[in-house]
């Protein structure tokens, strides 16, 4: 079991993928919880959804997953994404050493439950 370093001279630094209905929700948590917690990018592959969002928030948005992770220094993903494509999004996060919460259901099939978890767990 690895042990992970407390964050605590600084917010967390999140980012939000997928806009849609959901995503308010965890919005509404980061901002109850703005001590903590800052949304530091937001992405979405609806140009419209995403850019009335960023308009709101006024961060950086993206409509590439990939591209927001290499280019923004983040601690959390949440994926308010169907649940279908979390796994692979998943696996993305953990190969750029950033931490995942997934909307429900994490997976639709038990093998790509698994790969998840597998993939954090070889990221550390």
């Not at 992970?4 to 001279?9: A, G, Q, V």
């Not at 993206?62 to 169907?82: F, G, H, R």
Request: with cysteine; glycine share 4%; net charge neutral.
């Amino acid at each position: 079991m690895q042990n992970f370093s407390t964050i605590s001279t600084r917010k967390i630094k999140v980012a939000v993928v997928g806009c849609g209905r959901i995503s308010k929700n965890h919005f509404g948590s980061i901002d109850q919880h703005s001590q903590n917690l800052e949304l530091v990018a937001i992405c979405d592959t609806n140009s419209d959804v995403l850019s009335a969002h960023a308009d709101l928030y006024k961060v950086p948005a993206y409509t590439n997953m990939a591209e927001m992770l290499s280019n923004e220094q983040i601690d959390l993903v949440i994926l308010c994404t169907p649940s279908g494509i979390h796994p692979d999004q998943t696996v993305l996060a953990a190969q750029h050493k950033v931490h995942v919460l997934t909307e429900k259901p994490m997976a639709t099939r038990w093998a790509d439950g698994v790969r998840m978890v597998k993939a954090c767990d070889q990221a550390g």
